[in-house]
Antibody, heavy 119, light 108 residues
Framework: QVQLQESGPGLVKPSETLSLTCTVS????????WSWFRQPPGKGLEWIGY???????NNNPSLKSRVTISVDTSKNQFSLRLSAVTAADTAVYYC?????????????WGQGTLVTVSS | EIVMTQSPATLSVSPGERATLSCRAS??????LAWYQHKPGQAPRLLIY???TRATGIPARFSGSGSGTEFTLTISSLQSEDFAVYYC??????????FGGGTKVGIK
């Protein structure tokens, strides 16, 4: 059974960079595409971006210039960096696996990690 | 950007009853539509993809239908473990991939 677990600081200061890691267990990270999402308090889910098995990425245009997604196959992990954060970036952040072959629905998700942006 | 609108926002249902959730897209997404179940503090769970295909391990009481702009998730006989928030997501025209605002299914 594939499992995903997000990790990283729960508190980030405004203007700094949010960094999260998703560790994949029960399966290999290679051969799949992986994605990040977030859910601000009381709001819906927002797609942040994805990384392919070749390392190419595609991000939400609303966040594009601030988002970096990378993968470390040796550790079976992929990561998110979001720069210049503000209070609006406070959210539960989720990682997930793309379930289809060029069909971007998501079959395995992490439980999420709350990141608060505050000084 | 394709806007996904779910209705109702809240649905109160008695155990054993049928629940019908709707999802509308601002333009056609063909059948590139997924449904997820989300409980507080848990990972979202994929229920349906391709508008009507149940994901692995999903009980037959969950069914999806529709194409184009109108979609429905039906839970034929609600069990206690089905009380949760349900989201639809389109993956036809992107970026960005977009979700509906969710329908919270609660106990009547």
């Amino acid at each position: 059974q594939v499992q995903l677990q997000e990790s990283g600081p729960g508190l980030v200061k405004p203007s700094e960079t949010l960094s999260l890691t998703c560790t994949v267990s029960g399966g290999s990270i290679t051969g799949y595409y992986w994605s990040w999402f977030r859910q601000p308090p009381g709001k819906g889910l927002e797609w942040i971006g994805y990384i392919s098995n070749s390392g190419s990425t595609n991000n939400n245009p609303s966040l594009k210039s601030r988002v970096t997604i990378s993968v470390d196959t040796s550790k079976n992990q992929f990561s998110l960096r979001l720069s210049a954060v503000t209070a609006a970036d406070t959210a539960v952040y989720y990682c997930a696996r793309v379930g289809g072959n060029y069909r971007y629905y998501f079959d395995y998700w992490g439980q999420g990690t709350l990141v608060t942006v505050s000084s | 950007e394709i806007v996904m609108t779910q209705s109702p926002a809240t649905l109160s249902v008695s155990p054993g009853e049928r629940a019908t959730l709707s999802c509308r897209a601002s333009q056609s997404v063909s059948n590139n539509l997924a449904w997820y179940q989300h409980k507080p503090g848990q990972a979202p769970r994929l229920l349906i993809y391709g508008a009507s295909t149940r994901a692995t391990g999903i009980p037959a009481r969950f069914s999806g239908s529709g194409s184009g702009t109108e979609f429905t998730l039906t839970i034929s006989s609600l069990q206690s473990e089905d009380f949760a928030v349900y989201y639809c997501q389109q993956y036809n025209n992107w970026p960005p991939l977009t979700f509906g605002g969710g329908t919270k299914v609660g106990i009547k």
